[in-house]
């Protein structure tokens, strides 16, 4: 890994042990118009017109390996998909990145199975009395979490893969407009996303598109959570101008996060994590989705160690870790 120094000023607070800059922070965002790209475009901006970090975005696809063997200092993932690639599990089945530290939640994304209103779907039971003649968005070779997402929802309602036709698709977004087009019954959409909102006036002269409500009993979320252990079931009340919530719903919550190396100065994660708590105001200026976030809950449970200087921001600002 490259050493970075540099002197930091926020608010007036100046971090002792000034350290003389020497290079450029890289934080891997994704491709253009994904949100790893998004996100990062916002904190880039945040560290070098606020922070005064030199900080530059590389728009690449699956970098996480990248940030285990210390060649980008900074990049982003679901909380889920950041166990896995720790450990070597799920999507990451064999290839772990021990070395890869949480900074914290920059916010929550909220996601969930998707059907068209007319469907007579709306609880998770009503998905599985219908399951074997229902079309099913799999595969996704570009999106490799995103059956873990979908895999954790039919768990929660006593389903698999299995119990429906599969219907491959290439990635994220695929899986999304094949909704709209007419090639799935059942997808997954992320909360208000532009990709869902085109789906839903697609489908207008079927009500449009409705979210399937989970199960929250103690038994529907411990079968949700083997297959998404950092994520939670969140209760939604209805909401006629987000498309998929004409009815409440239960939908997935799962935290979106920085990772960063665990060789990476402390003192500089240190003064990333207090840029990404105390200016929500500039981050959602550049990236709405900064507008969910809650500078209190930056900190969640996660089998992934969070890097010292992330916890010595948490400790500083009374930020509860691991709630």
Do not use: C
Request: charged fraction near 15%; hydrophobic fraction near 40%.
């Amino acid at each position: 890994m490259k050493k970075i120094g540099l002197g930091l000023a926020f608010a007036g607070i100046i971090l002792s042990g000034q350290v003389a800059a020497a290079g450029v922070v890289t934080i891997a965002s994704g491709s253009q118009g994904s949100l790893g790209f998004s996100t990062g475009q916002a904190v880039a901006k945040v560290a070098n017109q606020i922070g005064g970090i030199t900080a530059r975005t590389q728009p690449i696809n699956g970098y996480l390996p990248l940030i285990n063997s210390g060649e980008i200092e900074f990049g982003f993932s679901n909380a889920v998909e950041a166990e896995y690639a720790v450990f070597g599990t799920g999507n990451y089945a064999g290839k772990p990145s021990p070395n890869i530290r949480l900074v914290g939640t920059m916010f929550p994304l909220k996601t969930g199975l998707m059907v068209a209103a007319d469907s007579g779907i709306y609880t998770i039971s009503d998905l599985k009395a219908k399951a074997k003649e229902l079309r099913i968005a799999s595969e996704y070779k570009g999106s490799t979490i995103i059956p873990f997402y979908i895999g954790g929802g039919l768990a929660n309602g006593g389903m698999t893969y299995a119990d429906f036709q599969q219907i491959p698709v290439s990635n994220f977004v695929k899986g999304i407009q094949a909704l709209g087009d007419g090639l799935v019954d059942v997808t997954l959409i992320s909360l208000n996303s532009g990709a869902g909102q085109k789906v839903n006036a697609q489908l207008q002269s079927r009500g449009g598109i409705q979210y399937v409500s989970l199960d929250n009993s103690p038994e529907g979320i411990k079968a949700f959570k083997s297959f998404l252990p950092a994520g939670t079931i969140v209760s939604m009340p209805a909401n006629p101008n987000i498309p998929g919530l004409q009815k409440p719903a239960n939908i997935m919550e799962i935290p979106w996060m920085m990772l960063t190396h665990k060789d990476v100065p402390e003192d500089l994660v240190y003064a990333m994590t207090k840029l990404v708590a105390e200016h929500n105001a500039e981050l959602g200026a550049s990236f709405p989705a900064f507008k969910g976030a809650q500078r209190a809950q930056m900190a969640p449970g996660n089998k992934v160690d969070y890097h010292p200087g992330a916890l010595r921001y948490y400790q500083e600002a009374g930020i509860s870790v691991g709630n």
